[in-house]
Structures are given as structure tokens and as C-alpha cells.
């Protein structure tokens, strides 16, 4: 077997090109991140029902709260994706609530993409078709309009 001897240089130099890159075993960094990412989306897809289940009830926090007996700091912590909902009684409690088949919210805090394909495809539908149509304030869209001509100067001197 020929032994590899690289300079102090030669491995500095490999090291910033490699910089940022994951090194895994048996595909553990790409297995974390898709947990990871499954988390999130259910995390966000969670806060988006509880909002606007909430909002279709013109219910404030404090209401929803006191309706399933649970911290209004929690309720706002679910409904802006900051925690899990990881106690099956509070989403039990939630679903009643705000009215939203328990089985369904349960589901959800247990869902696994592997196994639940159909409700992962609902899902995105749903984070797709939920998403609020806001009008640009004038700052934004000017500050749009500066960036994209920005970007076609950028592209024109290509």
C-alpha cells in the first residue's frame, strides 16, 4: 500500500477548498439534514394551521390559550414555528380549540416522510397555497426596482 505523505501547504490548501462541505460516514450528515429539514417543515407547517385556524376564529393568543389550558407564551411560540409541538395533549387540546380534526394535528407532530407520503404531498400543497399575498410597501418596491436594475447591469457586462 503506498503511504500518502502531503505537505503542511498541500493539506492547508485542501482544507479551504473543502471549507463548508459536510464529511459524513454512511450518509449520517445527509440523514440529519433531511430530519432537520423535516422538522422545520413541520414546525412551520403547524404554526401556519394554528394561525389560521386562529384568525378564521377571530380568536386572539390569550383566547386559544385559555381554551386548551396552555401558556399564551407557548400558543405564541407554536404558532410562529419558535418550538415543536412535541406533547400530544396540548395538540389534542389545540385541535379542539381551534377546531381542527385531532387526528390530523396529532399526525403532524408525528409525521415521518418516509411512511406518510400522501400527507407530506398535502402538506407542501398547503404551505404553498397558504402563503398571504401582501402588496409591496413603497420601500420595498423601490428598493426592489434599485436591486433589480442592479442585477441587469450586473448580467449586461457579462
Known sequence: MEQLNPSSNWL?????????TD??????????????????????????????????????????AARCNADPLEVF?????????????VA?????????????LVALTSLKPARDKRLLEAIRRFAVRSEPVVSLSDDEEEALSEFEQELAGATADD
Not at 27 to 51: D, H, M, P, W, Y
Not at 58 to 64: D, F, R
Open 77 to 89: 411560540q407554536l404558532e410562529h414555528a419558535e418550538i415543536d409541538l412535541a406533547d400530544r395533549r
Open 12 to 20: 492547508l490548501r485542501m482544507a479551504a477548498t473543502e471549507d463548508g
Open 92 to 104: 389534542v387540546d389545540l385541535a379542539q380549540a381551534l377546531a381542527i380534526p385531532e387526528l390530523s
Open 23 to 64: 464529511v459524513s460516514a454512511g450518509g449520517l450528515v445527509a440523514a440529519a439534514k433531511s430530519q432537520s429539514s423535516t422538522a422545520e417543515l413541520r414546525r412551520r407547517i403547524i404554526a401556519r394551521l394554528i394561525g389560521l385556524a386562529r384568525r378564521r376564529h377571530g380568536l386572539s393568543l390569550e383566547e386559544v
